[in-house]
Structures are given as structure tokens and as C-alpha cells.
């Protein structure tokens, strides 16, 4: 705003002056001077706001070279014609552009010594003397142009730091993926690797054991699937959850051989990413659980698709066998709760008559 009124007002001045310049425009003597010197004013203010808008070092150098031709004829305007004054109006916009572009100690000199200019040609040439609305003119420029710099400066700054935030966001979500990753198929695996020992401690069952180990083998290849799965989703290249969620539940019932049922009500549609993406860890984890903390039990996924948001329902219907101590910690349930909080979700997590219930819902 500052700009366009500085520059409206002094394109105004400018005509006014040159319809009131003693000596007059001519072609000859002093109105001469005066033509070729507003002309050669405004060709180098010009080309040197052309040139300087580059933001590469040899074209913002001629940039300020020609803004500071600028000046120093609109000053020869000012010492030839005084009373009027309309170069150096005009060539406010070139001062704006150099307090910009320059270091803040050489724009300060600048517009200080564009100050001292204007007084001692005042003094030397004009009537009235040093033209002080001139003086405070340039320094409201210089004052507006150095705010200006804070700002961008400021806006540059926020720019960086979000960009910053950015990236370790992404790391966190990369390192939760992991980890989610590694619990379901470190888990799983060792579930049947410590099932395949204990056939093999207990009554020498080859063929079971083989069965258990085929299976523990397929999981590693299955967990180095779903890492891949994983970058590939922070991409923003994710399968539809209704999809995943059918292929845990056949995951389920081929490592425990206990029906997993998966209900899907509403419309299905496609969801925001890290949406997606809650949703499907948040199943994987939830059957995960059951099969380490619940052997023997039944699953049952629920997915509802409602106006604004999706919902997870994950039940079991407790466990019928004993709870084999597997060692090793996790924090699936918090892992859980902490994804659905980064996107404005909720899990409620709790027993449901003899199992467990893990409910998420997330905006979509």
C-alpha cells in the first residue's frame, strides 16, 4: 500500500513538474538538458528495476548500478530545475528497490546520503532552500523499505522452520511405521518359531514344526513387503483400507486358524492418506494383539464408512487358550492412540464381555 501510494503520488508530481519546469522542455539550451535528463532518468529507472528483479548476482549488480544512475540524474534534475522536483519523486521507486536489494548498511547509506544530496542542492540552487517534504519523503522510504525487509525476513524465517517441522514429522511418521511394522511380523514370527520349538522339545513333531517355521519364513517376507508398503504409503500411494483389512483378516485365520469376520457398512471411498493409513496400522495392531494375548479366540473387524469420519471396530472374543510369555515390550496400544491424536481421531481401547475392543475413529 505504502508503495502504491508513493508511486501514484509521485507519477502526479512528475507530470505537474514538467508542465511547471523553468526552465520549460525545449529543444535547445536548458530545456534540452532538461528532456534528455528525465529521459535518461527513466530509462535507467527502468532497466535497472528490469534487471534487478533477477535474483542472480550479475543482474542484480547491473540492477543497482542503474538505479544508482538513476538517482545521481535525478539529481542533476533536481540542481537544474529546484523548484520542482519531480526526478526526485520519481526516483523514489529506484530508492525503494535499493533499500531491498542492498545490504541494510549500505541502503541506510544511501538514503542518508540522497538526504544530505537533496539539503545541499536545496541550499546551493533553490530559492526557498533545502526542500525538507523531500527530506522526510526519502526518509519514510527508507523507514517503509527496512520494515519491509523485517517482514520478509520473518516470513522467510516461518518458511524455514515449517519446512523443518515438516521433515521431522515425516521421520516420526517413517519411524512409527516401523515400528508398527516390525511389531505385527516380529511378533507373529516368533509366535510360531516358539510354537515350533516346543513341538520339537515336547514330542519330535517334524512336520509341524516344518509348518510353523514355512510360516514364521512367510511373515519375514510379508513384513519386508509391508515396509515397502510403508514408504510407499508416506508417498501418498496407499490401498484402499477395505482391501488391507480383508487381506489381515486372511492373514489372521491362516496363522491361527480361527475365523476373523470383516464387516464393511456405509459407501466406500477414497480416504485422506494419513486417514488410510490409521486405519489400516490400527487393524494390523488390533489382531496382532489378539493373537499374541489372545490365543484361541475369534476376531471380528467392523468398518463403517459415515458422513465425515470412518470407524474401526475391532473385537475378540477372548481367549481359550493359555498366553504364552514371549518376551520383548511394545506399545501398540499407545502407538495406536498416538496416530489417531496427529490427525484429530480417537481410539477407545477396553474389554468387551470375555475379549477385547479397539474402536478408532477418524475424520475422513
Same mark, same amino acid.
Given at each position: 500500500m505504502l508503495l502504491g501510494v508513493l508511486l501514484t503520488w509521485a507519477l502526479i508530481a512528475y507530470l505537474r513538474g514538467l508542465l511547471k519546469a523553468d526552465p520549460a522542455p525545449a529543444l535547445h539550451g536548458a530545456g534540452l538538458a532538461l528532456v534528455v535528463l528525465n529521459a535518461v532518468m527513466l530509462a535507467l529507472l527502468g532497466s535497472g528495476i528490469w534487471f534487478g528483479r533477477e535474483s542472480g548476482a550479475p543482474h542484480r549488480r547491473l540492477g543497482v548500478v542503474l538505479l544508482l544512475g538513476a538517482l545521481g540524474t535525478a539529481m542533476a534534475l533536481y540542481a537544474l530545475a529546484p523548484d520542482v522536483g519531480s526526478g526526485f519523486f520519481i526516483s523514489m521507486a529506484g530508492l525503494w528497490m535499493l533499500l531491498m536489494?542492498?545490504?541494510v548498511p549500505g541502503g541506510i547509506t544511501v538514503s542518508v546520503l540522497t538526504i544530505a544530496v537533496i539539503g545541499g542542492l536545496g541550499e546551493v540552487f533553490a530559492s526557498g532552500g533545502a526542500d525538507l517534504g523531500q527530506m522526510a519523503a526519502v526518509a519514510g522510504i527508507t523507514l517503509g523499505a527496512l520494515a519491509s525487509r523485517r517482514g520478509k525476513a520473518a516470513q522467510e524465517a516461518t518458511r524455514r522452520a515449517e519446512a523443518a517441522n515438516a521433515v521431522l514429522a515425516e521421520r516420526s511418521h517413517i519411524a512409527r511405521e516401523i515400528h508398527d511394522i516390525l511389531a505385527h511380523s516380529l511378533s507373529a514370527q516368533i509366535v510360531?518359531? +516358539?510354537? !515350533?520349538? =516346543? =513341538? =520339537? !522339545?515336547?514330542?519330535g513333531d517334524r512336520v509341524q514344526a516344518l509348518d510353523?517355521? +514355512?510360516r514364521a519364513r512367510n511373515l519375514a517376507r510379508s513384513g519386508l513387503e509391508e515396509t515397502r508398503r510403508a514408504l510407499a504409503t508416506l508417498r501418498g500411494e496407499i490401498p484402499q483400507p477395505k482391501e488391507v483389512i480383508q487381506e489381515l483378516a486372511e492373514e489372521f485365520y491362516a496363522s491361527t486358524g480361527r475365523p476373523c469376520d470383516v464387516r464393511v457398512t456405509g459407501a466406500p471411498r477414497e480416504l485422506p492418506p494419513q486417514a488410510g493409513l490409521a486405519v489400516v496400522r490400527? !487393524?494390523? +495392531?488390533?489382531l496382532t494383539n489378539v493373537r499374541k494375548h489372545a490365543p484361541g479366540a475369534r476376531a471380528q473387524v467392523a468398518l463403517r464408512y459415515l458422513t465425515g469420519k470412518v470407524e474401526l471396530e475391532v473385537t475378540d472374543t477372548g481367549g481359550t487358550e493359555p498366553v504364552e510369555e514371549l518376551g520383548g515390550g511394545g506399545y501398540g496400544l499407545v502407538g495406536m492412540r498416538e496416530r489417531a491424536e496427529l490427525i484429530d481421531g480417537t481410539l477407545v481401547t477396553g474389554p468387551d464381555g470375555k475379549g477385547f475392543r479397539v474402536s478408532l475413529s477418524v475424520p475422513a
Open positions: 536489494w542492498l545490504p510360531h518359531l +516358539e510354537g !515350533a520349538r =516346543l =513341538l =520339537l !522339545a515336547r514330542d510353523r517355521v +514355512e490400527t !487393524a494390523q +495392531e488390533a
